[in-house]
C-alpha cells in the first residue's frame, strides 16, 4: 500500500476546505449544530467531489458576472434608444405643430384643428359670372393682401406695372359684386395718390 498517494491529496484538501469555510463565512456564520452536519458531510466528499464543486461555485461566479455585465450593456442601450426615441417624437410633434400651423395659414382647418371640408361650414359669396363672364376673366389668380391704417384693413389683390391691366381686374371684381373695388397706386412700397402718379399712368 502507497502511503504517500493519500497524502499528496492532502494540502488539496485543506485549501478547498479553506476555500469554502471561507466561502460559508462569507455569506454569514452557520449555527453550531448545523456547522457540525455540514462538517460531517464535507468529510464525506472526496477531493475531486470538493474540487469539482469549488470549480462549479467559480464558474456559476463567472457567469454571473457575464451576465450582468451584458444586462449592464442592455441597459446602456435601452437608455439610449429611449433617448433617441424621445428626440425622434418631438420633431414628431414639432412637424405636427408646423403643418397644423400651415394648414390653417391655407385654410384648410380651424385652429381646433377641425378640417373646413368636414361637416357644415357657412362661406361668403361675393358674386357670380355666366360661362361667357367667366371665360373673359384674368387666368391668374391674385393673392390677396391686408394693410392697416388707423381706422381701417383695407383689402387688395394683384401687382401691376400697367394701369390698364389693373383696369381689367378692377372691372372684373366689380362685375363679380364687388361694387366698391378701385385701383390703388404705389411707389417704392407707399400708397400714393393717382395725380403722384400720372407721367406713368399717362403715356406718349
Sequence with gaps: MNISSPLKFFPICVLLLATFLFVVQAYGQLPKKER???????????????????????????????????????????????????????????????????????????????????????????????????????????AMEVEEDVSYKQYVVGNFRDYNEADILKKHMRKVGVRRAWIVPYKNGKRVSLKDVLDVVITP
Excluded at 71 to 85: A, C, I, P, W
Design 36 to 142: 457540525r452536519v455540514w462538517k460531517k458531510e464535507l468529510r464525506k466528499l472526496s477531493p475531486e467531489e470538493f474540487k469539482s464543486m469549488v470549480d462549479e461555485r467559480r464558474n456559476l461566479r463567472h457567469t454571473i458576472d457575464q451576465l450582468s455585465e451584458k444586462n449592464s450593456d442592455l441597459k446602456t442601450k435601452v437608455f439610449q434608444l429611449e433617448k433617441s426615441l424621445l428626440s425622434r417624437e418631438e420633431k414628431l410633434r414639432g412637424v405636427a405643430n408646423s403643418l397644423k400651423a400651415l394648414e390653417i395659414q391655407l385654410g384648410l382647418t380651424n385652429e381646433k384643428g377641425e378640417r373646413w371640408d368636414k361637416g357644415v361650414v357657412f362661406k361668403v359669396q361675393i358674386g357670380a359670372l355666366n360661362k361667357k363672364e367667366f371665360d373673359q376673366a384674368p387666368e391668374r389668380s391674385y
